[in-house]
């Protein structure tokens, strides 16, 4: 299994500001993802981020608005660059066992951006 | 990728058997099914996956049709605690790199 922690747990933000979400892993793994959960909606993949090679990002979401770090085997961050309110959502961090593909998540960040 | 369809919401009484159904009609050979239960405020929890025929945990079954067009979920005897929406995911489960994308999921309310 895995544990995840994210920070902040949830946050009020100004429009036009950016805010950047941790992820840390308690084991080492290759692949991280990262998801929005608009509320009252299913999860949507934003990008996958593997340790030392750029983040492959879902249709629909750009780097330049969620420019992605994994700096190493256990930790990833993701921020939400100049914000407004339809950026706000839960963004969670997940990690997969590559044995058998299980997801763990994090707790979720909950973002509100007024 | 193989879409997913499930009901939107379900409704069951305290200690009933539910039977969530998912459809997936382009499931491809090597994809595997998978089953997340999400509470609100919590990230989604993985509950049980499987290929073909049943797979039984100590939480729920999975019924797997040898079409495998379809698969069930079934949870036994369910509890208030049991609220919650269950999502069915198909992809390449074993190697962990296409079984990411989620569905509509179903909102089942346990009802006292």
């Known amino acids: 299994s895995a544990v995840i922690s994210q920070k902040p747990s949830r946050d009020i933000c100004q429009r036009g500001t950016s805010l950047t979400i941790q992820c840390q892993v308690d084991?080492?793994?290759?692949?991280m993802f990262w998801y929005r959960q608009q509320p009252g909606q299913s999860l949507t993949l934003i990008a996958t981020?593997?340790?030392?090679?750029?983040?492959?990002?879902e249709s629909g979401f750009v780097i330049d608005k969620f420019p992605i770090s994994r700096p190493n085997l256990t930790f990833s961050t993701l921020t939400v660059s100049n914000m407004s309110p339809e950026d706000s959502s839960i963004y969670l961090c997940?990690?997969?066992?590559?044995?058998?593909?299980?997801?763990?998540f994090g707790e979720g960040s909950r973002l509100t951006v007024l | 990728l193989a879409k997913t369809t499930q009901p939107i919401s379900m409704d069951s009484y305290e200690g009933q058997e539910v039977n969530i159904t998912c459809s997936h009609n382009?499931?491809?050979?090597?994809?595997?099914i998978t089953w997340y239960q999400q509470f609100p405020s919590q990230g989604p929890r993985f509950i049980i996956q499987?290929?073909?025929t049943k797979v039984t945990n100590e939480v729920a079954s999975l019924f797997i049709p040898a079409d495998r067009k379809s698969s069930t979920l079934s949870l036994p005897r369910v509890s208030l605690s049991d609220t919650a929406v269950y999502y069915c995911?198909?992809?390449?489960?074993?190697?962990?790199?296409?079984?990411?994308?989620f569905g509509t999921g179903t909102r089942l309310t346990v009802i006292p």
């Open positions: 997940s990690v997969a066992l590559t044995n058998t593909g299980e997801l763990f």
């Open positions: 084991s080492q793994v290759t692949m």
């Open positions: 981020a593997n340790q030392g090679s750029e983040a492959t990002y």
């Open positions: 382009n499931i491809a050979t090597n994809d595997y």
């Open positions: 499987g290929y073909k």
């Open positions: 995911l198909v992809g390449a489960g074993q190697t962990g790199a296409n079984n990411l994308f």
